[in-house]
Nanobody
């Protein structure tokens, strides 16, 4: 079992920055791909970013390319999502998720989930 705990969410003005963290326990993340997803009220959960098990391959949804960066620190068993130039449309609950080896953009492909952290961007 892998337990994931997100942190770092909050309220920020448009144009601001936040860094989300997702700390894992239970197992090392060295074999796991990690993804960030988000869900706004009344909307489906959507893919944001992901990195494969080695960290050498990443992917982003088009709306965050150039603004968000996913990274992982294997020594800390943690994955991060650095977010800059935030927009009101980025407002959502952000979740991290894990699956073995390679990432997928479909949320149902992931086996382990955190509880989520709220990000609110004011205009």
């Amino acid at each position: 079992q892998v337990q994931l705990v997100e942190s770092g969410g909050g309220l920020v003005q448009a144009g601001g920055s936040l860094r989300l963290s997702c700390a894992a326990s239970g197992r090392t993340l060295s074999r796991y791909a990690l993804g960030w997803f988000r869900q706004a009220p009344g909307k489906e959960r959507e893919f944001v970013a992901a990195t494969n098990w080695s960290g050498h391959s990443t992917d982003y949804t088009d709306s965050v390319k150039g603004r968000f960066t996913i990274s992982r620190d294997k020594t800390k068993n943690t994955v991060y999502l650095q977010m800059i130039s935030l927009k009101p449309e980025d407002t959502a609950v952000y979740y991290c998720a894990a699956r073995l080896w390679e990432y997928r953009s479909s949320w149902y492909s992931y086996d382990y989930w955190g509880q989520g952290t709220q990000v609110t961007v004011s205009s």
